[in-house]
T-cell receptor, first 111, second 114 residues
Framework: GEDVEQSLFLSVREGDSSVINCTYTDSSSTYLYWYKQEPGAGLQLLTYIFSNMDMKQDQRLTVLLNKKDKHLSLRIADTQTGDSAIYFC???????????FGKGTKLSVIP | IAGITQAPTSQILAAGRRMTLRCTQDMRHNAMYWYRQDLGLGLRLIHYSNTAGTTGKGEVPDGYSVSRANTDDFPLTLASAVPSQTSVYFC?????????????FGSGTRLTVV
C-alpha cells in the first residue's frame, strides 16, 4: 500500500540550511507536496512538484525529487526562527485520488 | 470568507454527548475531507467526499458520520463522544478537476472529551 515516511525531528541553527527528507512508495504518484504547519494552525501548502520534474526552486525553498529512489527533499536556505514548524510531505497517487501524508517533521531553529 | 471556515475553534465536551463540527468552504471545490491530528500519529483521514451527495470512509471512520448536502458544507458528527476522540480536527478541500490536487486546510477544531 501507499506509505510516506519522514524523520520526526530536525534541529538547525539560524542562518544554516535545513534539509527535510521524505520517501514514498507509490510509483504512480503524479504530484508531491510540502505543507507547513505552524503551532496552533492548520496546514499551509508551501510548494509542490510534478513527477516529471527533478527540481523546483521558489525563493529560499528548493525541492528535489529522485523518482527512481522515490525520495523527495525540501531544502530551506538561510533558515529563520519563523521557519520553526512541522513540515508534512504528501503524495498524490493516481490510484487513490487522495493525498497520502507523512507524519511530519518538526523543525526547530536555534537562534 | 476566504477558504475554509471551521467552527467551533475549540470545545470541551462531556463523554456521551453528541457534537457536530462545522466546515464551510467558498472555493467551490468538489472534494472535501476530515482529518484528525494526534501527537505521533500525524494526520489520519476520517471521512471524505469526492462530490456533493457522496461520502466515503477513511482510515478511522468509527464513531463519526458526515453528510454532503451541498458543495460548500461538510459537517462531521460525533454521535456519542468518547475520550479517545480528543484530538484536533481539520477539514480540507481540493479541486481535483484542476490537475493540481493540493488540499486547502481549515484552521482546525480542538476537541477535548472529558
Amino acid at each position: 500500500g501507499e506509505d510516506v515516511e519522514q524523520s520526526l525531528f530536525l534541529s538547525v541553527r539560524e542562518g544554516d540550511s535545513s534539509v527535510i527528507n521524505c520517501t514514498y512508495t507509490d510509483s504512480s504518484s503524479t504530484y508531491l507536496y510540502w505543507y507547513k504547519q505552524e503551532p496552533g494552525a492548520g496546514l499551509q501548502l508551501l510548494t509542490y512538484i510534478f513527477s516529471n520534474m527533478d527540481m523546483k526552486q521558489d525563493q529560499r525553498l528548493t525541492v528535489l525529487l529522485n523518482k527512481k529512489d522515490k525520495h523527495l527533499s525540501l531544502r530551506i536556505a538561510d533558515t529563520q526562527t519563523g521557519d520553526s514548524a512541522i513540515y508534512f510531505c504528501a503524495e498524490y497517487g493516481a490510484g487513490s485520488y487522495q493525498l497520502t501524508f507523512g507524519k511530519g517533521t518538526k523543525l526547530s531553529v536555534i537562534p | 470568507i476566504a477558504g475554509i471556515t471551521q467552527a467551533p475553534t475549540s470545545q470541551i465536551l462531556a463523554a456521551g454527548r453528541r457534537m457536530t463540527l462545522r466546515c464551510t468552504q467558498d472555493m467551490r471545490h468538489n472534494a472535501m475531507y476530515w482529518y484528525r491530528q494526534d501527537l505521533g500519529l500525524g494526520l489520519r483521514l476520517i471521512h471524505y467526499s469526492n462530490t456533493a451527495g457522496t461520502t466515503g470512509k477513511g482510515e478511522v471512520p468509527d464513531g463519526y458520520s458526515v453528510s454532503r448536502a451541498n458543495t460548500d458544507d461538510f459537517p462531521l458528527t460525533l454521535a456519542s463522544a468518547v475520550p479517545s476522540q480528543t484530538s484536533v480536527y481539520f477539514c480540507a478541500s481540493s479541486d481535483s478537476g484542476r490537475g493540481n490536487y493540493g488540499y486547502t486546510f481549515g484552521s482546525g477544531t480542538r476537541l477535548t472529551v472529558v
